[in-house]
């Protein structure tokens, strides 16, 4: 457990009520929000890298998924609580991710781990994405349509994603109803 992607996820984890608290009323972007994002982002990377550089933990592979979701919904529901996302894009994306969880939980009980697919590291990075450019002051007001179009992108990979792990999830019971 104590390793040092490890000590950065839980790093990530207790620095992000810093960045919700951060995140402007004003909708007008705050550079202080926005480069404390891209620090936490930068940092999943890093944890990544050591942890395929020290070899990964038990441990590891389930905090580091559940610190994303608590950064990417917990910006995103402070960006809809600030009336900049719809809430509507926010709750497709975070049904996706409690399901692809729970499953995750449900099979690892059984010793079953569940690897992020690549579409689903390309799904968080549009969601970071569309969140850095919400927070930069730059695009913020300037380029709505920045986040906007990233925003929906992430929800179209989000739904996209969750049906590949549902795939992959229902593949062995029709399988096995095949060859029966």
Same mark, same amino acid.
Request: glycine share 6%; proline share 4%; charged share 15%.
């Given at each position: 457990?104590?390793?040092?992607?490890?000590?950065?996820?839980?790093?990530?984890?207790?620095?992000?009520?810093?960045?919700?608290?951060?995140?402007?009323?004003?909708?007008?972007?705050?550079?202080?929000?926005?480069?404390?994002?891209?620090?936490?982002?930068?940092?999943?990377?890093?944890?990544?890298?050591?942890?395929?550089?020290?070899?990964?933990?038990?441990?590891?592979?389930?905090?580091?998924?559940?610190?994303?979701?608590?950064?990417?919904?917990?910006? +995103?529901? #402070? $960006?809809?609580?600030?009336?900049?996302?719809? =809430?509507?894009?926010? &709750?497709?994306? !975070? /049904? @996706?991710?409690?399901?692809?969880?729970?499953?995750?939980?449900?099979?690892?009980?059984?010793?079953?781990?569940?690897?992020?697919?690549?579409?689903?590291?390309?799904?968080?990075?549009?969601?970071?994405?569309?969140?850095?450019?919400?927070?930069?002051?730059?695009?913020?007001?300037?380029?709505?349509?920045?986040? +906007?179009? #990233? $925003?929906?992108?992430?929800?179209?990979?989000? =739904?996209?994603?969750? &049906?590949?792990? !549902? /795939? @992959?999830?229902?593949?062995?019971?029709?399988?096995?109803?095949?060859?029966?």
């Amino acid at each position: 457990m104590a390793t040092w992607a490890n000590a950065v996820t839980v790093s990530r984890i207790l620095v992000s009520p810093i960045l919700f608290t951060v995140i402007p009323d004003d909708n007008a972007g705050a550079w202080l929000a926005a480069w404390l994002w891209f620090g936490l982002c930068v940092s999943d990377v890093l944890d990544g890298y050591l942890a395929r550089r020290q070899g990964s933990t038990k441990f590891g592979a389930f905090l580091d998924p559940l610190a994303d979701k608590v950064l990417v919904l917990g910006a +995103m529901f #402070t $960006l809809v609580s600030r009336e900049m996302f719809a =809430i509507w894009p926010v &709750l497709i994306i !975070a /049904v @996706r991710e409690v399901i692809v969880s729970v499953y995750r939980v449900v099979v690892g009980a059984r010793g079953v781990t569940v690897p992020a697919s690549r579409l689903a590291k390309i799904k968080t990075l549009s969601q970071q994405v569309s969140i850095g450019f919400a927070l930069a002051p730059f695009s913020a007001v300037d380029m709505t349509y920045s986040w +906007m179009i #990233t $925003l929906w992108l992430a929800v179209a990979l989000t =739904i996209i994603s969750g &049906l590949q792990y !549902a /795939v @992959r999830a229902l593949r062995p019971a029709f399988v096995s109803r095949r060859t029966k």
